[in-house]
Nanobody, 115 residues
Framework: QVQLVESGGGLVQAGGSLRLSCTASRITGGIKAMAWYRQAPGKERELVARISANGVTNYADSVKDRFTVARDNGENTVHLQMNSLKPEDTAVYYC?????????WGQGTQVTVSS
């Protein structure tokens, strides 16, 4: 069974930085992309950033120029560097692995940005 383990969430003041990491285990090959989503209370889950197997990235408009997604292919790990954090970035952040057969989700990690 594929497992996604996320780390790096926490509490930070506005303007600060956090780095999230997600490592996929028990999977070899067939990964199309890895991505980060987030869900704030009372809102739908939304795409934050995505990186494909060949390195193409895309970002939500709200995080462009502040967040950077990167992948360590050899380790099946995806990172999300979050800078200049704002209170509206507060949410549970989820890692998603897109495999040719199905998608997998992590358990989520809380990010809280205080004003």
């Amino acid at each position: 069974q594929v497992q996604l383990v996320e780390s790096g969430g926490g509490l930070v003041q506005a303007g600060g930085s956090l780095r999230l990491s997600c490592t996929a285990s028990r999977i070899t090959g067939g990964i199309k992309a890895m991505a980060w989503y987030r869900q704030a209370p009372g809102k739908e889950r939304e795409l934050v950033a995505r990186i494909s197997a060949n390195g193409v990235t895309n970002y939500a408009d709200s995080v462009k120029d502040r967040f950077t997604v990167a992948r360590d292919n050899g380790e099946n790990t995806v990172h999300l560097q979050m800078n200049s954090l704002k209170p509206e970035d507060t949410a549970v952040y989820y890692c998603k692995l897109e495999h040719w057969s199905r998608n997998y989700w992590g358990q989520g990690t809380q990010v809280t940005v205080s004003s």
